[in-house]
């Protein structure tokens, strides 16, 4: 079966610093890979995806996301955030081998100090 | 414009009455999905739909149904409620699934129900 594990639940950064938001997942063949962002009270919206090709996936709101097999990983990073970015953010993972079934790890909220 | 929409967005109910939440998408998406979000938990799958008349279930089915009787609509039916079911619900959409370009799942804002 398939998993997500997202190791930090929380995660306070100072804003205009780096981000780095890990992401480890479990699937038997070649994984899609997807981080979604929630601000709250809201559904979730897409940041990025990851199919196939480059390893390296740029998104939405200066997120990007870097695929590593080798590590089963798929960490978010973003070069320096924003009061805005606060919010909580999940991974997700699905497969052909899983029909349409996309399954996110615990969260990991973010919060942004002035 | 493009978007899922869930009503009603708040719900408090008592044990065992029967109710439904609906779920409405615009995108004419052949896939849609119902998860429930639980702190710590992540959200995990109830129930999916890959057309119209075609159901199965996911992770968490368990005291839920469901129905696809039109391609815009996916109702998510809770015949006799039980406190556990408190949750925040999410409907989502994708237009020929997760892992088909472009992929992933449109969800709607949310319908948070308490079960007293």
């Known amino acids: 079966a398939q998993s997500v594990t997202q190791p930090d639940i929380h995660i306070t950064v100072s804003e205009g610093a780096s981000l780095e938001l890990r992401c480890n997942y479990s699937y038997g063949a070649t994984p899609y890979l997807f981080w979604y962002v929630q601000s709250p009270g809201q559904g979730l919206q897409l940041l990025l995806k990851?199919?196939?090709?480059?390893?390296l996936v740029q998104g939405i709101k200066g997120f990007e996301a870097e695929f590593k097999r080798s590590q089963s990983s798929f960490n978010l990073r973003k070069p320096s955030v924003h009061w805005s970015d606060a919010a909580e953010y999940f991974c997700a993972v699905g497969g052909k081998n899983a029909g349409n079934m996309l399954t996110f790890g615990g969260g990991t909220r973010l919060m942004v100090k002035p | 414009e493009a978007q899922v929409t869930q009503n009603p967005r708040y719900l408090i109910t008592v044990t065992g009455k029967k109710l439904t939440v609906t779920c409405s998408q615009n995108?004419?998406?052949?896939?849609m999905s119902w998860y429930r979000q639980d702190p710590g938990l992540g959200l995990r799958q109830i129930y999916y739909s890959m057309n119209v008349e075609v159901t199965d279930k996911g992770d968490v089915p368990e005291g839920y149904k469901v129905s696809r009787k039109e391609k815009r609509n996916f109702p998510l039916i809770l015949e006799s409620p039980s406190p556990n079911q408190t949750s925040l619900y999410f409907c989502a959409s994708s237009l020929r699934g997760v892992t088909v370009a472009p992929g992933g799942y449109t969800f709607g804002s949310g319908t948070r129900l308490t079960v007293v």
């Open positions: 990851y199919f196939s090709g480059d390893t």
């Open positions: 995108m004419n998406h052949e896939y």
